[in-house]
């Protein structure tokens, strides 16, 4: 591990809004701010909204700019990049933002029922031959309906055509309710300055023509859910971070 990285992670363990649990320490003992994130970490009784694999949390702190009147935390694995968001927040004195290292198979160690509003999965991984480790995969909306509010909400914003299809699918197969639905975001007339947000990597994608593809629906809490049985045609390129010689 390079200097650089090793710098950064011992600069976030001495952050008091990144929050780092491994697998080994939630078997030993609960995490404290389960079900108490808003009494114990922001202390208001605001809504809380996650962004999942947040990256270097720009979409978090955006957010977290935009919205004075709600909590916001960034969750990824990779505590390298998270460091950038969390540096920015604190130096921005951004109190309802946090960051939370783990990974988000294990977000029930982390949050009680119905103790989060809304979610945001922001360009992850679109998981072309594995089903169950797509972030919009029935196994993970079953997962999010476990804590999310009556009514709670999944954003996805993504530059794969393949995974947006595919969450199509899951949300008819589902009977799921679509609050908003577009594959070309940014010619679609939206008007929500929520989405105007971007990642450095999704600039990247707009310079080189991909269509930016955004569905915003409902997760009701049920524990029944279908995959859809459907075929979809495979991106012909390979996003950032995975594959960036293959991009158009």
Sequence with gaps: MGKNKLSKFAAMATYPNVFQYTFGTLQKE???????????????????????????????????????????????????????GAK????ENLANAAFLRTHIELLHHFFAENEVSEIWITFPDPQMSKV?????????????????????????????????????????ENGLTVLADTDDLYRSGINDKILNIQTFYEQQWRARGLNIRYIKFLCPQKENWTEPDIEIEKDEYRSFGRDANNLM
């Design 30 to 84: 609960s995490f404290p701010l389960k079900g108490k994130w808003r009494t114990d970490y922001f202390r208001n009784d605001n809504a809380i909204v996650l962004e999942l694999g947040c990256g270097k949390g720009e979409y978090t702190v955006g957010l977290a700019q935009l919205f004075p009147e709600k909590n916001f935390i960034g969750i990824d694995i990779k505590g390298a990049r998270m460091w950038s």
């Design 132 to 172: 169950n480790k797509r972030l919009t995969s029935t196994r993970f909306m079953n997962a999010y309906s476990k804590i999310l509010a009556d009514k709670g909400v999944v954003h996805l914003k993504t530059d794969s055509n393949f995974l947006y299809t595919y969450t199509q699918a899951m949300i008819e």
């Design 88 to 91: 920015q927040a604190l130096s």
